[in-house]
């Protein structure tokens, strides 16, 4: 009769740990399911969250992949107009001295109008707040050497450092910090 007890007890046992290891393994499903459908709710609510190659996640790739430029060669379709036929001698000012806004406008503007790879916006007085408050000395050496992710007189070599600086000015004149610039 003994063995008989111990026999039966030792079944219940077994269906004990059974009943809880099916128990633990379904509360970890359960878990999982959760952790799953959470973290999904949340990629679906937060706009630069990965969400399955959604428009969001469509346009911010295709704004890190937008070119900073564009090339145009001459005689094709969309191509600059063609050069004046009299050219300025060596050593003459580059184009009836240029303003400020123009030059901006023909260099500057491809990353300062969309704030392109960090670049302040034009205008946007609380981006440039910080940059005007190291002076207009440090800006000039950024704008004519480059600084961080921009090139050199914005990319543009072919401008002299002259031409630069009043592209600046204009950006800066238009940023908050008109008392800056050079009268």
Known sequence: METHDHQQHS??????FYDSFLLVIG?????????YWLATDIAEHDPGAYNRGGAVQEKLIDERLAPVGDVQVAG??????????????????????ESG?????????????TGMIGAPKIGDRAAWKPRLAEGLKTLESHALHGY?????????????????IAA???????????????K
């Open 148 to 164: 961080k992710a921009m090139p050199p007189h914005g990319g543009n070599m072919s401008l002299s450092d002259q031409q630069v």
């Open 76 to 97: 094709s379709a969309g191509a600059l107009p063609p050069a004046p036929a009299a050219a300025p001698a060596a050593g003459a000012s580059h184009a009836k001295a």
């Open 11 to 16: 079944d219940r046992h077994d269906q004990h």
């Open 27 to 35: 509360i970890l499903v359960i878990f999982a399911i959760g952790a």
């Open 168 to 182: 600046l000015e204009y950006m800066i004149s238009q940023s908050g910090g008109a008392g800056l610039v050079h």
């Open 101 to 113: 806004k123009q030059i901006w406008e023909g260099t500057c503007s491809a990353c300062h109008a």
